[in-house]
T-cell receptor
Framework: AQSVTQPDIHITVSEGASLELRCNYS??????LFWYVQSPGQGLQLLLK??????LVQGIKGFEAEFKRSQSSFNLRKPSVHWSDAAEYFC?????????????FGQGTRLTINP | KAGVTQTPRYLIKTRGQQVTLSCSPI?????VSWYQQTPGQGLQFLFE???????NKGNFPGRFSGRQFSNSRSEMNVSTLELGDSALYLC???????????FGPGTRLTVT
């Protein structure tokens, strides 16, 4: 079965510190990979995506993610977090099949920023 | 371009009633997907419509249904509401040939 695991339910970091959010997936083949962010009471905003090619992808708001096929991981990183980064982050996967628009999400990681 | 819009934003219904939620995709997007978000189950895929046809379906009971109109706007209907249907319902749209899904703000449904 397809699944996405985000091992950390809640992470707290200090403002200005670096951040890494973990994501592991179980899938039949390498899927499309995404990170979304959700602020309280809001929908999901796409941070970045990996389809193919360079395994280090850059996204919006200074985020980046690295795809590691051998570890079935797609971890999200940011060198220096800002208070506005406090939100919930979701890793998602989708099949590389034209017309199969169906994302499977992890349970999310809630990020708290200490001033 | 305007983003994905969902109406209403908040809804309170009584158990046994039915409800219809609406989603207007980004202009030019023909794919509309629906997701349910709850604290216990997280984000789960309901179904996806493309050019007025249901193209993908998740594992939800038949009480959950949807449709898409010729202008790509989509509605989702839940009949015989149960307490467990209380959730944030998110709609997402995507352009044909592209996989990125863009989400709306959601409709918060509370069933009492």
């Amino acid at each position: 079965a397809q699944s996405v695991t985000q091992p950390d339910i809640h992470i707290t970091v200090s403002e200005g510190a670096s951040l890494e959010l973990r994501c592991n997936y179980s899938y039949g083949a390498t899927p499309y990979l995404f990170w979304y962010v959700q602020s309280p009471g809001q929908g999901l905003q796409l941070l970045l995506k990996y389809f193919s090619g360079d395994t280090l992808v850059q996204g919006i708001k200074g985020f980046e993610a690295e795809f590691k096929r051998s570890q079935s991981s797609f971890n999200l990183r940011k060198p220096s977090v800002h208070w506005s980064d406090a939100a919930e982050y979701f890793c998602a996967v989708g099949p590389k099949i034209q017309g199969a628009q169906k994302l499977v999400f992890g349970q999310g990681t809630r990020l708290t920023i200490n001033p | 371009k305007a983003g994905v819009t969902q109406t209403p934003r908040y809804l309170i219904k009584t158990r046994g009633q039915q409800v219809t939620l609406s989603c207007s995709p980004i202009s030019g997007h023909r794919s509309v997907s629906w997701y349910q978000q709850t604290p216990g189950q997280g984000l789960q895929f309901l179904f996806e419509y493309f050019s007025e046809t249901q193209r993908n379906k998740g594992n939800f009971p038949g009480r959950f249904s949807g449709r898409q109109f010729s202008n790509s706007r989509s509605e989702m209907n839940v009949s015989t509401l149960e307490l467990g249907d209380s959730a944030l319902y998110l709609c997402a749209s995507a352009s044909d040939g592209y996989y990125e899904q863009y989400f709306g703000p959601g409709t918060r449904l509370t069933v009492t």
